[in-house]
């Protein structure tokens, strides 16, 4: 049976790819994408008897950092690119 759910051994081959200095950030509510601090890794059992791990932000005031930068936000495709308006010729005033 495959599972649709990102497994441990997943994660840790997507990690394996990274810098392993940068701080680790969950991306949180494509709604309003925020930006929230890892704190603890959780191991434990589901209503099935499966093993599941919880990554939980931290319980202090600043694990929320603010919004998620626009290009995560693109990459997740939460949000779509947004591109800037094109240019109108400006408007004269009259008389001139």
Not at 40 to 47: A, G, I, M, R, T
Not at 59 to 72: F, M, N, S, Y
Request: charged share 25%; proline share 10%.
């Amino acid at each position: 049976m495959t599972s649709p759910e990102m497994t441990v051994g997943g994660l840790i081959d997507l990690l394996s790819a990274c810098d392993r200095s940068a701080p680790v950030r969950q991306a949180m509510n494509p709604f309003f994408p925020m930006a929230h601090r890892l704190d603890q890794v959780v191991e434990s059992v589901d209503e099935t008897g499966r093993k599941v791990v919880y990554l939980a932000e931290g319980r202090d005031k600043d694990a929320q950092l603010g919004h998620l930068p626009p290009e995560v936000a693109v990459a997740l495709t939460w949000q779509g690119p947004v591109q800037a308006p094109p240019c109108r010729p400006r408007r004269r005033a009259v008389g001139n």
